[in-house]
């Protein structure tokens, strides 16, 4: 933890270290952890575990277990088909702002990504395919232009992260077969300004990840 960026405070460097390790998997909702832990881990003072762990806590990313300690906060079926309503609602709505900001920069970029998402097939894993496909949405959405927008996506997205980590990787160390291009059938659409079939392909690939969730046995 030493030579922090000035601009990011210890706080928020144990903040963004906790949730990556409750992204990761390694720590998961049948762990209690414990402050002196955390402070021990990250080799800061108290203070900037405790404030890290409070807002977790009002995130409802964490819940506080009093005299025992912090456990992640578990993510249900009832929570995956809320963000998936979510961002249905957020990136199907926003697509013709898309349409209108849409330059041949923007469908360049959005070529390049799905030219990285089938590069080399053998290390393609969990992480790898669930970082494409978020680079992909949020920078897709980006293209409207609205910030707020942009900030909801991202805590979704961060959300359906969390999902991947406690969920779908129990079971699978590599992603599912992906859905048949639908990433390259939307950029196709948007390129011959078909919104109608961009729209239908947006839908199919967010529902997808709802499938590839609840698909398994493991939800409560």
Known sequence: MENLPSKISLKDMVYQQLVEMICTGELTPDTIFTENQMITRFKVSKSPVREALIQLCHEDVLKSIPRCGYQVTKI????????????????????????????????HELKEQNLRRVAYPS???VWTAWNNNYKFHTFLLSIAGNKIVNAAMEQAMNTCRRAYAQLYTLKKETIAPNKPFLHDRIVNSLENHDVFSAYNYLKQDILFMEKELLGTDILS
């Open 123 to 125: 290390q393609k894993n």
């Open 76 to 107: 249900t079926s009832q929570n995956v088909r809320d963000l998936t309503e979510l961002r249905l609602y957020l990136e199907l709505s926003s697509l013709p702002k898309v349409m209108e900001h849409l330059t041949a920069e923007h469908i």
